[in-house]
């Protein structure tokens, strides 16, 4: 009866926290950044908090000055303003404050500029993404037979078909008919282009946000720590559907990418429905292990 009571409750654990660890995604009422799936969202998000040590106490600064000017300053306590129109001291103080603040800033910021834009020297998987008007395309470089296919935004109205009833892992808006599917710890080159006018390619879970243009080919990287499903959109204005362009990732671990990239050269169709069933059947596992 006890083991009974372990794997109900089990089970309603892994309903209740099971689609927030798997997808990745906005949330209502966010002021965070989301959190990071790769190294260089790591470091974005260290830099983000670094930063705030900068803005709040020259916030708060400033605001300081400014209630002290309206107060010492008005013309009820300050009737004979003062003539002064020079303080060395003070003009010292402004000039060099702001560039010591500013070099502490800058140091970081290169140092995490060159993280992003230095390629590893092995990349593990390339995958190219077109940006369309309104929906990507992805073609993956593997074997003799290459990879291809869109990826639209799925309708409401396919999610029975798709088997994409949770709408906690397949949100409104975001969820697509087709998610890029990539191994969890690999180093993966994107190679980034539009078709007809500017978009941008932007994950903000892996710290991933590069303009899209027609007829250039632009360059970045990326490597996922966690294995997941994560959600991100075009972040270019790019026409009248701008906002129902959403880029899917799924990352999952190296034998069940194998298995899919295997299966998605001949029927990509089956081969999101066998890696479907594989990530659910790894949570059910889950379930039952813990209820022994």
Known sequence: MMKRAYAVLAALACLLFAPAAFADKPEPWQT?????????????????HYTLWFIVPITLFVLLLLIIVVVKFREGANPVPSKTSHNTAIEIVWTLGPVIILLFLAIPSFQLLNAQLTMPEKADLTVKATGNQWYWSYEYEVGETPVSFDSLMLKETDRTAAGKEDVAAY???????????????????????AADVI?????????????????????TWFRAEKEGLYYGQCSELCG???????????????????????????NLGEANKALMAAVDGAKSLTVADNAK
Do not use: C, S
């Not at 990071?36 to 830099?47: D, S």
């Open 32 to 48: 965070t950044l989301q959190p990071a799936a790769t190294g260089i969202m790591e470091e974005v998000t260290w830099f983000e």
């Open 171 to 193: 949100p409104r808006l975001l969820a697509v008919d087709n998610e890029v599917v990539v191994p969890v710890g690999a180093n993966v080159r994107l190679l980034v282009t």
């Open 199 to 219: 978009h941008a390619f932007a994950m903000p879970a892996f710290g991933v946000k590069i303009d899209a243009i027609p007829g250039r080919l632009n360059e």
């Open 240 to 266: 009248k559907d701008h906002a129902y362009m959403p880029i899917a990732v799924r990352v999952v671990a190296k034998d069940k990418y194998d298995a899919w990239i295997a299966a998605a050269a001949t």
